[in-house]
């Protein structure tokens, strides 16, 4: 029978439940257990595709095409489990499906509450992400809860998993508690009083924690550890100190030398061989002792929230510790870029261009495009990315003034980019988008295989096949290709079943490292062995890091 732990917050959000989370699954994994991770989000959203990256940070998708909270990135780096549709859901999705067998006269005219009706619906959908009863049930499934302790909208939640652990019977569940222990450089002290008021706060509603992992700045003193112990009626040596680090990487070896593994095991009642951390302790002797450095710049719509490019960032550092180098990110708004000031892009090794929705900034996408293809920078272009490269060379190379998307320009004499519903018909009309359309419902989404052409750098990468993950609507517009074609463009990868554009690139004769692709690859990289498309960009800005151009110089 599947066991679980189930992790919640307090005092403040932010604290870093996910990385927390994420790091006892892989300790856990590392004594042979198999293990998954589910979150639960306490917002009425169905799920974040719709929300901005400045509310919520990262839409992180999975294989079978799930938008879901950017935790599940964190969850499929640390472990060797993939995420799916079921590791993830709402207070929306939960209320969805209650209202719809309402509807359906599933309760028999019953009066529909929270309890039971909702807190036996968060359970169902507990069991189902772990596979409960199943022939794919894990071992262990870790299910961590949005928000904080004392808010409204998670109580359902946590009298949820109350109610569960009771259900499941004696040593089938543990509660782990992440709380916040303040420094106050006044009174020069830690102070212990918002965790037992957190803590309080959750045994009020009957749920007491089996470990209490103090977030800090240090490490928390064995008296200040006796006291937490003490107010709180958490044995000491499960208080557990959670000091900032340089790198996430280090966390599962400081919960595994704290002993958090092993205080969950005897709660579970799990006889297991001892932890073997190698690969983690390997991990950060990389991290710590790059051979080198390069500078990327992301020219991006939501720089002023790192989480917006959670994955994306990781999969630039797991690049660099393939590469042995150390990846500095910087971060430059696309709407403060243009023509009088796009030479700053000059001083960088790289240049890439993420994801984004809507027509803000997209000019800056465009010139930082630009520059990159005519000053010979390496260049990758991710969704958008791929896509304002394709607009830019349309218009600059192929002869095809004011092309754009649609997305930006519903009027545009040159759609090559395009909603595949905007395309041509035989008759030489152009399909008109519908206004009304589902926003939630109207994206290419998941994991989808593509055919690559032979020769290209894209086979370098790839080989012939290459599978990623999706999340855009607007398509390249199979009406022009042949004359991006004709340009020079390289249209090296197409999909198998609808045979679209999945990458572009420049002939590596023209440009030393310039793709372009539809899809996500940072979804799917990890620290263990990186990404081969990012693997081969941070290779492609050290090759250009090393050398001595004019351009540089100048800089």
């Given at each position: 029978?599947?066991?679980?732990?189930?992790?919640t917050?307090?005092?403040?959000?932010?604290?870093?439940?996910?990385i927390?989370?994420?790091?006892?699954?892989?300790?856990?994994e590392?004594?042979?257990?198999?293990?998954?991770?589910?979150?639960?989000?306490?917002?009425?959203?169905?799920?974040?595709?719709?929300?901005?990256?400045?509310?919520?940070?990262e839409?992180?998708?999975?294989?079978?095409?799930?938008?879901?909270?950017?935790?599940?990135?964190?969850?499929?780096?640390?472990?060797?489990?993939?995420?799916?549709?079921?590791?993830?859901?709402?207070?929306?999705?939960?209320?969805?499906?209650?209202?719809?067998?309402?509807?359906?006269?599933?309760?028999?005219?019953?009066?529909?509450?929270?309890i039971?009706?909702?807190?036996?619906?968060?359970?169902?959908?507990?069991?189902?992400?772990?596979g409960?009863?199943?022939?794919?049930?894990?071992?262990?499934?870790?299910?961590?809860?949005?928000?904080?302790?004392?808010?409204?909208?998670?109580?359902?939640?946590?009298?949820?998993?109350?109610?569960?652990?009771?259900?499941?019977?004696?040593?089938?569940?543990?509660?782990?508690?992440?709380?916040?222990?303040?420094?106050?450089?006044?009174?020069?002290?830690?102070?212990?009083?918002?965790?037992?008021?957190?803590?309080?706060?959750?045994?009020?509603?009957?749920?007491?924690?089996?470990?209490?992992?103090?977030?800090?700045?240090?490490?928390?003193?064995?008296?200040?550890?006796?006291?937490?112990?003490?107010?709180?009626?958490?044995?000491?040596?499960?208080?557990?100190?959670?000091?900032?680090?340089?790198?996430?990487?280090?966390v599962?070896?400081?919960?595994?030398?704290?002993?958090?593994?092993?205080?969950?095991?005897?709660?579970?009642?799990?006889?297991?061989?001892?932890?073997?951390?190698?690969?983690?302790?390997?991990?950060?002797?990389?991290?710590?002792?790059?051979?080198?450095?390069?500078?990327?710049?992301?020219?991006?719509?939501?720089?002023?929230?790192?989480d917006?490019?959670?994955?994306?960032?990781?999969?630039?550092?797991?690049?660099?510790?393939?590469?042995?180098?150390r990846v500095?990110?910087?971060?430059?708004?696309?709407?403060?870029?243009?023509?009088?000031?796009?030479?700053?892009?000059?001083?960088?090794?790289?240049?890439?261009?993420?994801?984004?929705?809507?027509?803000?900034?997209?000019?800056g996408?465009?010139?930082?495009?630009?520059?990159a293809?005519?000053?010979?920078?390496?260049?990758?272009?991710?969704?958008?990315?791929?896509?304002?490269?394709?607009?830019?060379?349309?218009?600059?190379?192929?002869?095809?003034?004011?092309?754009?998307?649609t997305?930006?320009?519903?009027?545009?004499?040159?759609?090559?980019?395009?909603?595949?519903?905007?395309?041509?018909?035989?008759?030489?009309?152009?399909?008109?988008r519908?206004?009304?359309?589902?926003?939630?419902?109207?994206?290419?989404?998941?994991?989808?295989?593509?055919?690559?052409?032979?020769?290209?750098?894209?086979?370098?990468?790839?080989?012939?096949?290459?599978?990623?993950?999706?999340?855009?609507?607007?398509?390249?517009?199979?009406?022009?290709?042949?004359?991006?074609?004709?340009?020079?463009?390289?249209?090296?990868?197409?999909?198998?079943?609808?045979?679209?554009?999945?990458?572009?690139?420049?002939?590596?004769?023209?440009?030393?490292?310039?793709?372009?692709?539809?899809?996500?690859?940072?979804?799917?990289?990890?620290?263990?062995?990186?990404?081969?498309?990012?693997?081969?960009f941070?290779?492609?800005?050290l090759?250009?890091?090393?050398?001595?151009?004019?351009?540089?110089?100048?800089?």
């Open positions: 029978m599947t066991k679980f732990v189930f992790v917050g307090g005092v403040v959000s932010s604290l870093g439940k996910g927390a989370s994420a790091s006892l699954a892989a300790i856990l590392s004594r042979g257990l198999k293990v998954t991770l589910i979150k639960l989000d306490p917002y009425l959203n169905v799920d974040p595709g719709t929300m901005s990256p400045f509310q919520h940070g839409v992180f998708v999975t294989d079978d095409g799930a938008e879901t909270d950017l935790d599940l990135g964190h969850y499929e780096r640390f472990i060797e489990t993939r995420m799916k549709k079921t590791n993830n859901f709402t207070t929306g999705q939960i209320y969805k499906s209650v209202l719809e067998k309402e509807r359906h006269g599933d309760y028999l005219g019953k009066t529909v509450q929270v039971p009706h909702v807190t036996n619906e968060i359970q169902d959908f507990i069991k189902r992400g772990a409960f009863d199943t022939p794919q049930a894990v071992d262990v499934a870790i299910v961590e809860i949005g928000g904080t302790v004392g808010d409204i909208e998670s109580l359902p939640f946590l009298e949820a998993v109350r109610q569960l652990s009771l259900r499941l019977g004696p040593n089938q569940a543990a509660f782990v508690h992440l709380t916040y222990v303040p420094w106050i450089a006044a009174a020069g002290e830690l102070k212990t009083k918002p965790t037992q008021h957190t803590v309080q706060k959750l045994r009020e509603i009957g749920i007491q924690p089996d470990a209490l992992l103090c977030r800090a700045d240090r490490m928390i003193p064995d008296d200040e550890r006796e006291k937490i112990s003490l107010f709180t009626n958490v044995a000491q040596w499960g208080v557990i100190s959670m000091p900032d680090v340089d790198t996430i990487y280090k599962p070896r400081v919960l595994h030398e704290q002993g958090l593994d092993g205080l969950i095991c005897d709660k579970l009642r799990l006889n297991t061989p001892p932890a073997n951390l190698k690969r983690w302790d390997d991990l950060v002797y990389e991290t710590a002792h790059p051979q080198g450095a390069v500078n990327i710049v992301m020219v991006g719509k939501y720089v002023d929230l790192s917006s490019y959670k994955s994306l960032n990781e999969a630039l550092r797991h690049a660099g510790m393939k590469n042995h180098v500095k990110i910087d971060y430059i708004d696309s709407e403060t870029i243009s023509p009088d000031n796009v030479a700053q892009l000059a001083r960088f090794d790289a240049v890439l261009v993420p994801g984004g929705f809507g027509v803000r900034g997209v000019e996408k465009i010139c930082a495009a630009r520059f293809r005519e000053q010979k920078i390496p260049y990758l272009g991710i969704c958008l990315g791929m896509q304002v490269a394709t607009i830019e060379f349309a218009r600059h190379v192929a002869g095809l003034k004011d092309a754009n998307s997305e930006f320009d519903p009027a545009t004499p040159h759609p090559v980019i395009a909603l595949i519903t905007e395309w041509k018909d035989a008759d030489g009309s152009i399909k008109t519908s206004e009304d359309s589902d926003l939630g419902g109207t994206m290419r989404l998941g994991a989808q295989s593509s055919d690559v052409v032979p020769g290209t750098l894209a086979h370098q990468i790839y080989g012939n096949v290459v599978t990623e993950r999706h999340r855009h609507r607007y398509e390249a517009n199979v009406n022009y290709l042949d004359a991006l074609r004709q340009a020079g463009l390289v249209i090296s990868a197409k999909t198998q079943r609808e045979h679209l554009t999945e990458i572009v690139e420049l002939p590596q004769t023209v440009h030393p490292w310039f793709v372009g692709v539809q899809f996500h690859p940072e979804f799917k990289s990890t620290p263990w062995a990186g990404h081969p498309l990012f693997n081969a941070v290779r492609a800005a090759q250009r890091h090393t050398s001595t151009t004019p351009e540089k110089a100048l800089a």
